[in-house]
C-alpha cells in the first residue's frame, strides 16, 4: 500500500470473488496500540506475520459498473467508507475511492468554470 500509495485493496478469494477490503487505517490498528510501546522492528514482525484476514473488512460494500457516480458518492458518505470495489457479476473490474471523486468534480467544476468564461 505505501509503494503503490493507495489507501484500501480489495481482498479476494482463492475463486477470484470479492470477500473483503483493506484499508490503511484496519493495518495501522492492527499493529499500532496507543498503550504498547514498541520498537519499529516489533512492527515489522507484526506486519509479516498478520494475516489480511485477520484485519480485512468482511463482504464489502460494492457497486456496479453502471452505478451512478452520485449514488457511489451517497454510498460511501452514509457508510463513512472510502472505496467500493466495482463488480461486474462477481468479477473485480476495478475501485472507485473518495480521490477518484473529488477529481471527477474538480474536473467537473473546471469544465463548469470554463463554459461560463466570457473568454
Do not use: F
Not at 24 to 39: F, G, H, K, Q, T
Not at 58 to 65: G, K, L
Amino acid at each position: 500500500m505505501q509503494r503503490t500509495r493507495c489507501r484500501c485493496l480489495p481482498v479476494l478469494d482463492d475463486g477470484g470473488r470479492v470477500c473483503g477490503i483493506i484499508t490503511d487505517r484496519d493495518v495501522r490498528l492492527a499493529v499500532n496500540s496507543p498503550v504498547i510501546m514498541r520498537e519499529r522492528w516489533q512492527d515489522d514482525v507484526l506486519l509479516e506475520h498478520t494475516q489480511v484476514g485477520l484485519c480485512m473488512t468482511p463482504d464489502p460494500v460494492c457497486a456496479a459498473p453502471d452505478t451512478p457516480l452520485a449514488d457511489a458518492v451517497d454510498l460511501m458518505i452514509a457508510r463513512q467508507i472510502s472505496g467500493l470495489p466495482v463488480l461486474d457479476g462477481e468479477r473485480l473490474v476495478g475501485i472507485v475511492t473518495v480521490t477518484d471523486c473529488l477529481r471527477a468534480l474538480a474536473r467537473l467544476l473546471r469544465t463548469s468554470d470554463s463554459a461560463h468564461d466570457p473568454a
